[in-house]
């Protein structure tokens, strides 16, 4: 009778360890169960995340690429409009030859000139010392712009007649044609010339105005020049 009592106690145990066991391996399960699920909502979570900040990164990229090319666009339809609308002035300040002899005309005055944007330069002229008497032509005197800026040797060291590359249909551009004195020997003129600029590369700043004896396309020698250079007005 104790015997089969024994036995009965040694089942219970055994009966015990395995509810045991099942219950371990139970929770076990559900926690590998729920790491797992933890895991894949992490992995999906991270997944949305990265598209999000690749999306937005992506959005950012095209939005600032897109004002960048505004605002250049803008600035630099700014910046023609300007260059378009700004005035600029020169001012050649006219003397006699220096290496004259005789100084038969002591021509001075002013040559004043003006350009808005890219339109027409235009020159106001205002001339004296014309001699009325040195000449039976004395009335017609070539005006040529010159591309150097040099008095050093008088009006010998100015160069070559000033050329533009692109002055359509002037082929000689740095001629202006005549100047015309009064019975005085005065010139007050204003003339507009649109194959020449003051402000590009190839401009006429810094190069030299040179009046001769005889008209433009026959002239000798050089009566007067000057160097014309920038200046704020008139």
């Known amino acids: 009778m104790y015997i ?18 099942f219950k371990t391996i139970v929770i076990i399960s559900l926690a590998l169960m729920a790491a797992a699920a933890y895991t894949e909502h992490e992995s999906y ?12 990164h ?22 023609q409009c300007h260059e378009a609308a700004a005035e600029h002035f020169a001012h050649c300040e006219v003397r006699p030859n220096s290496l004259l002899s005789d100084f038969v005309h002591q021509i001075h005055g002013s040559i004043k000139m003006s350009q808005k944007g890219h339109g027409p330069l235009t020159m106001k002229i205002g001339l004296s010392g014309f001699n009325v008497n040195a000449e039976s032509n004395h009335d017609k005197h070539g005006f040529h712009i010159h591309e150097f800026g040099d008095l050093s040797n008088g009006c010998d060291s100015v160069g070559e007649m000033y050329h533009v590359r692109d002055s359509g249909y002037h082929s000689h551009s740095g001629d202006l044609g005549d100047l015309f004195h009064d019975e005085y020997g005065y010139v007050n003129d204003t003339r507009s010339f649109d194959w020449i600029s003051m402000d590009h590369h190839d401009g006429i700043l810094g190069r030299s105005l040179v009046i001769y004896q005889g008209n433009h396309s026959s002239h000798t020698g050089a009566l007067a020049c000057c160097i014309i ?6």
């Open 58 to 79: 992506r959005e950012l990229h095209v939005h600032l690429h897109v004002h960048q090319e505004e605002d250049h666009h803008h600035s630099s339809d700014h910046e």
């Open 45 to 56: 979570n991270n997944r949305h995340l990265s598209s999000h900040h690749r999306n937005a």
């Open 229 to 234: 250079g920038r200046c704020h007005g008139h």
């Open 4 to 21: 089969k009592h024994e036995m009965l106690i040694r089942c219970l145990f055994s009966v015990l360890e395995i509810v045991k066991m």
